[in-house]
């Protein structure tokens, strides 16, 4: 309602992408690969672009999701969570997995409906479930002491179960995680999801990093036992395929869950455009023949995350030279580097000021010019101050864009 949207203040996209741009700094800031998207992907659109006689890729198309489309995703996840998806009913395609989100949320929450958010969270959650007339309920994940890894990022699973009522609808989960970069272990999902069963709760599963990992994969919370029946799995094609810009995801679920989803969809946008999603169903049709022929030429299970993780560890050390002590994540494109170590002009606060991370970061891009993000924006009001003394990099850029960073950080050592 307008009530809700004028007490809504621009998120740190907003703020700090602009930031970025004025300053013309380094930008490490929001999460978007600068390096070349897969040619085999490109192609795919070239194709699509080159066939102007092809009336079914250029017109409007079916409103839940290009058949192609969702035909092949069917496939590709039937495979994933061990399921038969039937692609008709238990697919839809959204403008990005923002959308998949909100209309998830626009689908299933009544006023005053409880939603579990696990934080750090990413940022549009909690606006999102305000808008839906939702109450968020933010729990947090403890983080050691002297923390060198993401897996140092704790969900108490006691403290979860303390925080669910009669008024609980849902619970999010996200993984791989974005800001920390952690990847839920087994016993982790395991333990949310006995609880999902338990109360009866539904779990909305953004897993748009599920292919950015390492030497592992990630679990879906969809594929646990008993779980697919109560799952709203949500993708982007522009995390697996790394062009961001393309702004295609969808919500994956079983078709009593997904119908209240695209009741709003249909009324909303009623279809999405057409060239972009043949696109992506000719490039998703070329990785799952890859993956079944010979999986150590696919882009999604292996170019994609040994590419990501040589950039991670180069990240690692030029923060850790630089004095910044880095969380090494294991999974996605984001990590956390705390500054504790560094002193200046940002220390200083003034009655009614941003948190500490929104400060050293507006320092650091306009005298430093080097772009971040300040994770506090992923905390809600009461666990800000408890977390001000970090940043969040994006290092899936290419190398040239990863040396002028060093160069800023090497001023600091
Ligand atoms: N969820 C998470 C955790 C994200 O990091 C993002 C940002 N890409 C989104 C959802 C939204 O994705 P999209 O760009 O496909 O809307
Ligand atoms: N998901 C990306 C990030 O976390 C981009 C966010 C955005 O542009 N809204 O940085």
Known sequence: SAEITQNVKPSVWVEFTQLAVEHKAVNLGQGFPDTPMPKFVADCMKHVAEHPEMVGWHQYTRGFGHARLVNVLAKLYGDVYGVKIDPMNEILVTVGAYMALYYAFNGWINKGDQVIIIEPAYDCYLPQVIACGGVPVPITMKLKKNATTSADYILDLNELESKINEKTKMIVV????????????????????????????????????????????????????????????????GKVFSVTGWKTGWALAPAHLLGPLKTVHQNCIFTLNTPTQESLAQAFEKEVEIIAKD????????????????????????????????????????????????????????????PLDFRFVRWLCKEKKLATIPPTAFYSEQFKKDNENLIRLCYFKKDETLDAAEKILDEFA
Request: proline share 6%; net charge neutral.
């Open 174 to 237: 996200n993984n791989p995680h974005n800001p920390t970069g952690k990847l839920y272990t087994r016993q982790e999902l395991e333990g949310i999801a006995d609880l999902a069963k338990k109360y009866n709760l539904l779990v909305i599963a953004d897993e748009v990093y599920e292919y950015h990992v390492w030497d592992t994969e990630t679990i879906r919370m969809a594929s646990l036992p008993g779980m697919w029946e109560r799952t709203i799995s949500v993708g982007s094609a």
């Open 295 to 354: 999986i150590s030429q696919s882009y999604l299970r292996k170019g994609l995350s040994s590419e990501l993780k040589a950039k991670r560890d180069r990240l690692a050390s030029m923060l850790n030279k630089a004095g910044f002590k880095p969380i090494i994540p294991d999974s996605g494109y984001f990590m956390m580097a705390d500054f504790s170590n560094f002193k200046g002009p940002f220390l200083e606060e003034k009655p009614g000021d941003d």
